[in-house]
Nanobody, 124 residues
Framework: QVQLVESGGGLVQAGGSLRLSCAASGRTFSSYAMGWFRQAPGKEREFVAAIRWSGDTTLYSDSVKGRFAISRDNDNIAVYLQMNNLKPEDTAVYYC?????????????????WGQGTQVTVSS
C-alpha cells in the first residue's frame, strides 16, 4: 500500500504562485501514473492534472491548462504541481493520487491511493 503526503499549500494572492509536493512511499511509485485533484467546499472533487509513469505524457483540465505544470521525480519518489497565475477559483483542498496503471486518467476512479490533501487559498 502506497502512502502519499502532500505539502506546499497555503494562502496566496491572486496572480501568485505555489508549488505543491507529494511524497510517496513504496517501491512501485515509478510504475504508476500520478495525478492531482482538488475539491472546493460544496463541490465535487475534480481533476486537475496527471502524468504518466515515465513523465512523458501529461494531462490537464481546461481550467488550469497553461497555468499549472505537473512533474515527477521517480528517484526521489515525488510528484509536483507548479501553480502559476493563481485565481480565487483555484481555492480548494488539493489531493495527490496514484493511478491504477502507468497511463494517466482524468477520473477519480482511475486512481486508487490518495493523500490527505493540502489547502490552497487564493485571495482576490
Amino acid at each position: 500500500q502506497v502512502q502519499l503526503v502532500e505539502s506546499g499549500g497555503g494562502l496566496v494572492q491572486a496572480g501568485g504562485s505555489l508549488r505543491l509536493s507529494c511524497a510517496a512511499s513504496g517501491r512501485t511509485f515509478s510504475s504508476y501514473a500520478m495525478g492531482w485533484f482538488r475539491q472546493a467546499p460544496g463541490k465535487e472533487r475534480e481533476f486537475v492534472a496527471a502524468i504518466r509513469w515515465s513523465g512523458d505524457t501529461t494531462l490537464y483540465s481546461d481550467s488550469v491548462k497553461g497555468r499549472f505544470a505537473i512533474s515527477r521525480d521517480n528517484d526521489n519518489i515525488a510528484v509536483y504541481l507548479q501553480m502559476n497565475n493563481l485565481k480565487p477559483e483555484d481555492t480548494a483542498v488539493y489531493y495527490c493520487a496514484r493511478g491504477y496503471s502507468s497511463w494517466p486518467g482524468e477520473r477519480a476512479s482511475d486512481f486508487g491511493s490518495w493523500g490527505q490533501g493540502t489547502q490552497v487559498t487564493v485571495s482576490s
